[in-house]
């Protein structure tokens, strides 16, 4: 599976980004997608996910971030509002072949690029 995520970049406070992981080689509609997000000396932390008729959230994002995907366009899309400052990262994408949603980043095995979301205050 390859993964190639966009959409990030510096916003303030308060706004919104949109981000894109497109995904090639595979049968999409199958794939639990997820992202995932890392700050600066932390770890990779688990944001959303969705399968073909669930999504997850962290508790941080409830009711900011919105996962969706396009089965069509093999894409998957994180609509983030209300961004916070502690939201800035780097955030990836990534892929497994499951029903269930994990939300362990040891259990998705295609990762995409990651795109900076930089949110100042």
């Known amino acids: 599976v390859q993964l190639q995520a966009s959409g990030g970049g510096l916003v303030q406070a308060g706004g919104s980004l949109r981000l894109s992981c497109a995904a090639s080689?595979?049968?999409?509609?199958?794939?639990?997608m997820g992202w995932f997000r890392q700050a600066p000396g932390k770890e990779r932390d688990f944001v959303a996910a969705?399968?073909?008729?669930?999504?997850y959230y962290t508790d941080s994002v409830k009711g900011r971030f919105t996962i969706s995907r396009d089965n069509a366009k093999n894409t998957v899309y994180l609509q983030m509002n209300s961004l916070k400052p502690e939201d800035t990262a780097a955030y990836y994408c990534?892929?497994?072949?499951?029903?269930?949603?994990?939300?362990?980043?040891?259990?998705?095995?295609?990762w995409g690029q990651g795109t900076l979301v930089t949110v100042s205050s």
């Open positions: 969705i399968s073909w008729d669930a999504t």
């Open positions: 080689g595979v049968t999409f509609s199958s794939y639990v």
């Open positions: 990534a892929a497994v072949r499951r029903v269930t949603i994990p939300t362990n980043l040891r259990e998705y095995d295609s």
